[in-house]
């Protein structure tokens, strides 16, 4: 069964930066649309970020200027570089290309 897989979480800083990754073997990503959501503890999976086929991309607005979602669709990898992190981006990140999700990696901003 195909399956996404991300990488890269972690615990950081308040204002550090984390890259995620999630790589998506033996799945076509160049006509898919690719996002990014977040479950802070607690509380219901929300969405982060989306990346369309042809690289428009949308933003939630509580991390607009802080996170960048890109993708490489010759490796099948969809990335999301964030920056500034605060304390309420905490949460399992999960990457989604419908009908395709991750398990998810943990995000942790703390001091």
């Known amino acids: 069964q195909m399956q996404l897989m991300e990488s890269g979480g972690g615990l950081v800083q308040p204002g550090g930066s984390l890259s995620l990754s999630c790589a998506a073997p033996g799945i076509r990503l160049t006509f898919n649309v690719a996002k990014w959501y977040r479950q802070p503890p607690g509380k219901e999976r929300e969405l982060v970020a989306r990346i369309s086929s042809d690289g428009i991309t949308n933003y939630a607005d509580s991390v607009k200027g802080r996170f960048t979602i890109s993708r490489n669709n010759a490796r099948s990898t969809v990335y999301l570089q964030m920056n500034s992190l605060e304390p309420e981006d905490t949460g399992v990140y999960y990457c989604?290309?419908?009908?395709?999700w991750g398990k998810g990696t943990l995000v942790t901003v703390s001091s």
């Open positions: 989604n290309v419908e009908p395709y």
